[in-house]
């Protein structure tokens, strides 16, 4: 019965990535993942509590952001861990762009289905500057920079430009990431 479960369970979470990747988070939703796993609608809420749950499964997977998967509990990061765990996920959300339209999903709309998502995230990074001789939160540079960051990658799907800066052009970024290394080496 546990196999035939699991089997479930896969089949459900597999057909809600698919349906994620194939419209968008717009796009999704319990009747057409019911009906592309082949289970009931009851299932899917059993198993997953309905759409929170799912995208609540799909952060922790590490789908949503595959750097999170290397954080790990009480485990003291030093500088150089802290910045490459920052850096190689600035450099996943720029490639993942169906993280970025979830990122863009939440920031338009007011979501009860992405609090949980964006709740699981936050709490995951909080363990890591938790544990981090380095104290972020006390560098408004670094947290406006990150936020920066963040907001270009998504603006620049839209917008080549921000003012005078080429939002697709490689130097552009990696002249944001020097600046993001060092604000965390000055700390």
Known sequence: MK??????????????????????????????????????????????????GLLLEY???GDFFRSLLLIKDNEEETENSLQKF???????????????EILRWQLLESNELTKDLFRYTNLKVGQLFSHSRVDVGAIPEFQLMIGGYVYFILLSKYNKHFIN???????????FG???????DKS
């Open 3 to 52: 196999r035939d479960r699991q089997a479930t369970e896969k089949r459900i979470y597999d057909a809600f990535v698919s349906i994620l990747q194939e419209n968008g988070p717009r796009g999704v939703g319990i009747n057409a993942i019911s009906k592309k796993a082949g289970v009931s609608k009851e299932l899917i809420y059993r198993y997953y509590d309905g759409m929170k």
């Open 59 to 61: 952060a922790k997977n």
């Open 86 to 100: 920052m850096m190689q996920g600035l450099e996943e959300l720029r490639s993942n762009t169906l993280t970025q």
């Open 165 to 175: 800066i080429d939002l697709r052009s490689e130097s552009t970024w990696e002249a």
């Open 178 to 184: 020097g600046a993001i290394r060092a604000s965390l």
